[in-house]
């Protein structure tokens, strides 16, 4: 397993899985009396929406370290592309919602976003970019013409 096989695409994923999970812990919404309210407080579907695009993308990762045909890694993009996609929009909810009467939101809320677009964009690239060969390729000899 080597980290110098993941390409562009796959990096910028990481650092938006990275960035998902690290909103989870960071303040999200301030709300006056009760306090200030993380990810956990508000767990609901948008997070879990967020959840599944932080695992797909943690997938993509590990298919492109493991594997060594092209086929998991791509299958793996096309669904993380599919659930970025819904935690972009998990998280575009997330920016405008404000659950328990919150009258701020906070720095969670924008890193969660930042990172879903980080998986979506790092995804897409994924499927745009050729992989390099694990091998050099074959070059037959020529058959002797007649």
Same mark, same amino acid.
């Given at each position: ?7 562009? =695409?796959? &990096?910028? /994923?990481?650092i =938006?899985?990275?960035?998902v999970? *690290? @909103? ?5 919404y301030?709300? /006056?009396?009760l =306090?200030?309210? !993380?990810?956990?407080?508000?767990? %609901?579907?948008? #997070?879990?929406?967020? $959840?599944? +695009?932080?695992? *797909? ?7 492109? &370290?493991t594997?060594?045909?092209?086929? $998991?890694?791509? @299958?793996?993009a096309?669904?993380? #592309?599919?659930? %970025?996609?819904?935690?972009?929009? +998990?998280?575009? #909810? ?5 659950? !328990?009467?919150?009258?701020? #939101? ?7 976003? +930042? /990172?879903?677009?980080?998986? $979506? $964009? =790092? ?24």
């Amino acid at each position: 397993m080597s980290f110098r096989r993941l390409r562009f =695409g796959e &990096l910028l /994923g990481l650092i =938006g899985a990275i960035c998902v999970i *690290a @909103s989870l812990f960071v303040r999200s919404y301030s709300a /006056g009396a009760l =306090g200030d309210l !993380d990810a956990w407080n508000t767990f %609901g579907p948008a #997070v879990v929406l967020e $959840l599944a +695009a932080v695992c *797909a993308a943690l997938a993509m990762v590990l298919s492109a &370290l493991t594997e060594r045909s092209p086929a $998991l890694p791509v @299958s793996s993009a096309v669904w993380c #592309v599919l659930l %970025g996609l819904i935690g972009v929009i +998990a998280a575009l #909810v997330r920016v405008f919602e404000r659950p !328990d009467h919150a009258t701020e #939101v906070c720095f969670g809320v924008y890193l969660a976003l +930042a /990172g879903s677009v980080a998986i $979506l $964009l =790092g995804a897409w690239q994924v499927l745009r970019d050729e992989r390099p060969s694990m091998y050099t390729p074959a070059r037959p000899e020529p058959r002797p013409r007649p």
